[in-house]
């Protein structure tokens, strides 16, 4: 037998009803094709199969998926690492955390199909996912706001993105109690389009800086691996992706021909993957040794996938540091050398 993803320490495959994900794996190798498009969308109808580089999505050979008999739909295979299994395995693997619980959350929500009745005391992935697109709808477009101030006060001028709004008065729960502050709101998707999370930054009301919080920023929904998307690269143009939003919006403000993505964390910029059409990223990471190596993850699997990859480095902490220090021309003049091909 192939290694398929091991569960942690201390839960077994049997931790959840067999039946359970049973069903949902049988429920996903009936629309196997859709999984595909939605989980590995750098990947490639070939024959009966989807061919990607890993199970992350990105570009490649190694990772097949059946589609269609012969043989048993949604069974996949890595030839480079041995793993294999079915596509619940494959979303708990997408998922990095090893558990089960969360990729039955995840199938329920691409299925569409409501939580279990006992569920525990935390909520699902298709519920917090539903609770982020519920508080997207309640926000407002960003231009004008205090959030906007907030972004200027931080010299960045290109702030006036779809994928950014802001809300007057959110709820923040801490040891206090429940307070209210505005907030800049910046939705997650997945390549798509679809909003799947929200990133919240919490606001000072009164100067534009950050809320005087423990934790002024906090992801709500689905975030690993996905990002906060600022406009669309053309087919065989260079996106740039950061770790943080701030860094990204800083490089748009002082190279505005860019489109950007903002994985929001160096985890999640680790496992980012290129869309469909780019033949470049351009990563930009932040100035320590946990963003470092995020960064040179994300390189090597671009390697593996045969997509160009140039790490840009700050001078100071992040480029939004980088942006206050030298200015929006002086930022472009920095990185523009390494900008061209």
């Excluded at 043989?71 to 955390?97: F, I």
Aim: charged share 25%; proline share 7%; net charge positive.
């Amino acid at each position: 037998m192939g290694v398929r993803p091991s569960p942690p320490k201390g839960e077994s495959p049997m931790s959840h009803p067999p039946n359970d994900a049973a069903t949902l794996a049988a429920a996903l190798a009936e629309r196997a094709e859709a999984v595909c498009r939605r989980y590995l969308p750098a990947g490639r109808l070939q024959g009966r199969y989807w061919v990607a580089g890993d199970v992350h999505g990105a570009k490649g050979r190694s990772l097949f998926v059946r589609l269609r008999p012969p043989g048993v739909p949604g069974k996949w295979t890595d030839a480079a690492t041995g793993e294999h299994g079915d596509l619940l395995d494959l979303l708990r693997a997408q998922l990095g955390t090893g558990a089960l619980r969360p990729a039955l959350d995840e199938a329920r929500a691409f299925l569409a199909l409501p939580a279990p009745a006992t569920v525990g005391a935390g909520e699902s992935v298709a519920e917090r996912v539903a609770r982020a697109r519920r508080l997207w709808g309640a926000c407002r477009p960003v231009a004008g706001t205090h959030a906007e101030s907030y972004l200027r006060a931080r010299a960045i001028a290109r702030c006036g993105f779809a994928a950014l709004r802001f809300h007057p008065r959110l709820h923040y729960r801490d040891e206090a109690g429940f307070r209210r502050f505005p907030a800049l709101v910046a939705a997650v998707t997945e390549p798509g389009g679809y909003v799947i999370g929200v990133h919240r930054t919490w606001l000072d009301p009164h100067r534009p800086a950050k809320a005087p919080v423990a934790a002024a920023r906090k992801t709500m929904g689905r975030a690993y691996g996905l990002a906060v998307r600022f406009g669309r690269p053309a087919d065989g143009a260079s996106l740039l992706v950061g770790e943080g939003l701030e860094t990204v919006l800083s490089l748009l403000t002082a190279v505005p021909t860019l489109a950007g993505a903002a994985a929001l964390a160096a985890g999640s910029l680790g496992a980012f993957s290129a869309p469909p059409g780019v033949s470049r990223l351009l990563i930009a990471r932040d100035g320590d040794a946990e963003g470092e190596a995020a960064a040179d993850r994300l390189a090597m699997r671009c390697a593996e996938a045969g997509i160009d990859a140039t790490v840009l480095v700050p001078e100071r902490g992040d480029f939004n540091d980088d942006l206050r220090a030298l200015g929006g021309r002086g930022l472009a003049r920095r990185v523009g050398r390494l900008l061209v091909r």
